[in-house]
Structure formats: structure tokens, C-alpha cells
Nanobody, 125 residues
Framework: QLQLVESGGGLVQPGGSLKLSCAVS????????IGWFRQAPGKEREGVSC????????NYADSVKGRFTISIDGASYMVYLQMNSLKPEDTAIYYC??????????????????WGQGTQVTVSS
């Protein structure tokens, strides 16, 4: 059974850092693209970052470029999102998702086939 489980969310002060983890199981991580998305209250879900299968390419939303870094550990079936210089506007539920077409990496929600349950990130003083 294909499953994605996020962890690592929490409360952090502006300017702080968090590292989100996405544990994947039930499918070959090397053949899927993995994306991180977020949804703030009253807003649509938006793409944050993604990585193609085997880590060949990455993509970032303009709002997080230079602050967030996506990485993959294929051996442990984990995908990470390192978030630095966090801002209050980064507050949201963060989700990881898997796209069967792993050749390229896209930040559009409809491309993704499987989703995790999400982890809350709150940036506040």
C-alpha cells in the first residue's frame, strides 16, 4: 500500500528553521517525483518545491527560493524539506505528494497522484 507520512512541523519564531520529513513506502521512490505543497487557512493549496525521480532536477516556488531546500535519501525512502529564514507567511499545513511521472518535477497539485496527511508549520513570535 502506497503511503506518505510527513513529520517535523511545529512552532518556530520568524527567522528560524525547520526540517520536514516525508517517509514513503509501498512504491519505488526512484521512479516517482515528490513534491511539497502547503495550504494556509482560507487559501488554495500551492506548490512549494519538488524533486524529480532519483533527484535529477528540483523546482521551487519564487516565494521560497534561496530559503528552502528539498533533498532525497533513496536508501532510507525519505524526502526532506529544509526551511530556513522562516516568515509568518510560511505558516500552513505542509503536504508531501508523489507523481507517477517522475521524469520531471512540477508544482501543480493536479499532477500528483498520492498525498500524505500533512504537518502543521506555524511561524510566529
Amino acid at each position: 500500500q502506497l503511503q506518505l507520512v510527513e513529520s517535523g512541523g511545529g512552532l518556530v519564531q520568524p527567522g528560524g528553521s525547520l526540517k520536514l520529513s516525508c517517509a514513503v513506502s509501498g512504491f519505488a521512490l526512484g521512479s516517482y517525483a515528490i513534491g511539497w505543497f502547503r495550504q494556509a487557512p482560507g487559501k488554495e493549496r500551492e506548490g512549494v518545491s519538488c524533486i524529480s525521480s532519483k533527484g535529477g532536477s528540483t523546482n521551487y516556488a519564487d516565494s521560497v527560493k534561496g530559503r528552502f531546500t528539498i533533498s532525497i535519501d533513496g536508501a532510507s525512502y525519505m524526502v526532506y524539506l529544509q526551511m530556513n529564514s522562516l516568515k509568518p507567511e510560511d505558516t500552513a499545513i505542509y503536504y508531501c505528494a508523489a507523481d507517477r511521472d517522475g521524469r520531471m518535477c512540477r508544482l501543480t497539485t493536479y499532477e500528483y497522484d498520492f498525498w500524505g496527511q500533512g504537518t502543521q508549520v506555524t511561524v510566529s513570535s
